[in-house]
Structures are given as structure tokens and as C-alpha cells.
């Protein structure tokens, strides 16, 4: 059975000292037979609500493989331990190598800058201006047909107009 276990540690303690408890959450879990599939230090994010008058918090990552025995361990050891402030446990069906939505966000970040200098090259350049081109000039012929209709529409309201049309339904 695989585990995924998210943390929030107190952000008053160091990055060092997540890490270094972290370490032995992990030795808690071997030593229950469990083993840790997967581990993540999400960094130091803002909490959507402050919990014991923190708005922040290191988000740390577990994924297990093993029996229930390892992950009552795990629990019992973060109950215990002051300086995380929250914790949610829950069963995978199934394991995936692909890094969490968090770790995700920050790869590829570098990546679409790169991607998106190809696509502003000479040749994308122009395709822009003729749509834009092509945008102002519907713009133009729209405005042209709107400024037709309303002249229209003023001189068939004159007071002349209106006397004609009311004695017409009459």
C-alpha cells in the first residue's frame, strides 16, 4: 500500500532543521517496516488561513510503501512532534514517478521561457500584424456601417418624421 503524507512545519524553524525533521520521521517509518517512496520540500508557502497565528509554513511531501503499522508510526511521531503544525494522510491507489503538482510548477516555469522564444521569431511576427491589420479594418468598416446607421436613425426621428408617422396611424 502506498501513502502520501503532506506536512506543515512551524516557519519559525529553520530550513535546516525541517530537514534534519524530516530525516527522522523517515527513520521512524524504516524502522516500522515502511519504506519512503518519495520525499519533497514544497518551500516556505503561505497557509490559506493562519494556524496557531502563522501565516506560513515549510510544506514537506512523504510517500510510503508499506503495512498501516508504518504510517500509525509516522502519525504518531508528527502528533508528537510541536513543531508541525498540521498533517493529512492519505491511501494511493497507485504510484506515480511523476513529481507532485507543486515540485511541477516550479520546472516549468524555465522551460516555457525557452519554449516561448522560438515562437517570437521573424516569422511569427508578421502572421501578428496582418491579423492585427485585418482586426482594424473590420473595426473600421464596423464603425462605418454603426455611424450609417445611426444618421439614418436621426433623421428618420426629425419632429417632421415622427408628426408624418403618427398621423399615418391615425
Same mark, same amino acid.
Given at each position: 500500500? #502506498?501513502?502520501?503524507?503532506? @506536512?506543515?512545519?512551524?516557519?519559525?524553524?529553520?530550513?535546516?532543521?525541517?530537514?534534519?525533521?524530516?530525516?527522522?520521521? $523517515?527513520?521512524? $517509518?524504516?524502522?516500522?517496516?515502511?519504506?519512503?517512496?518519495?520525499?519533497? #520540500?514544497?518551500?516556505?508557502?503561505?497557509?490559506?488561513?493562519?494556524?496557531?497565528?502563522?501565516?506560513?509554513?515549510? #510544506?514537506?511531501?512523504?510517500?510510503?510503501?508499506?503495512?498501516?503499522?508504518?504510517?500509525? &508510526?509516522?502519525?504518531?511521531?508528527?502528533?508528537?512532534?510541536?513543531?508541525?503544525?498540521? @498533517?493529512? %494522510?492519505?491511501?494511493?491507489?497507485?504510484?506515480?514517478?511523476?513529481?507532485?503538482?507543486?515540485?511541477?510548477?516550479?520546472?516549468?516555469?524555465?522551460?516555457?521561457?525557452?519554449? %516561448?522564444?522560438?515562437?517570437?521569431?521573424?516569422?511569427?511576427?508578421?502572421?501578428?500584424?496582418?491579423?492585427?491589420?485585418?482586426?482594424?479594418?473590420?473595426?473600421?468598416?464596423?464603425?462605418?456601417?454603426?455611424?450609417?446607421?445611426?444618421?439614418?436613425?436621426? %433623421?428618420?426621428? %426629425?419632429?417632421? &418624421?415622427?408628426?408624418?408617422?403618427?398621423?399615418?396611424?391615425?
Amino acid at each position: 500500500m #502506498y501513502y502520501e503524507t503532506i @506536512f506543515i512545519v512551524n516557519p519559525d524553524v529553520s530550513q535546516e532543521n525541517t530537514e534534519q525533521l524530516t530525516d527522522e520521521l $523517515v527513520e521512524r $517509518v524504516e524502522k516500522a517496516a515502511g519504506r519512503i517512496v518519495k520525499r519533497e #520540500y514544497w518551500g516556505s508557502r503561505p497557509l490559506a488561513y493562519s494556524i496557531q497565528k502563522r501565516k506560513r509554513g515549510h #510544506y514537506i511531501l512523504l510517500v510510503t510503501d508499506g503495512e498501516p503499522q508504518a504510517i500509525q &508510526a509516522l502519525e504518531s511521531a508528527i502528533r508528537l512532534e510541536e513543531r508541525i503544525l498540521r @498533517f493529512l %494522510t492519505t491511501r494511493l491507489t497507485e504510484l506515480s514517478d511523476a513529481p507532485s503538482p507543486l515540485a511541477r510548477r516550479k520546472t516549468p516555469a524555465a522551460e516555457s521561457t525557452e519554449e %516561448t522564444t522560438p515562437e517570437t521569431s521573424d516569422d511569427a511576427k508578421p502572421a501578428v500584424e496582418t491579423d492585427a491589420t485585418e482586426v482594424e479594418a473590420k473595426t473600421t468598416e464596423a464603425d462605418a456601417t454603426e455611424a450609417g446607421a445611426t444618421e439614418a436613425g436621426v %433623421t428618420e426621428a %426629425t419632429p417632421e &418624421a415622427a408628426s408624418t408617422s403618427e398621423e399615418a396611424t391615425a
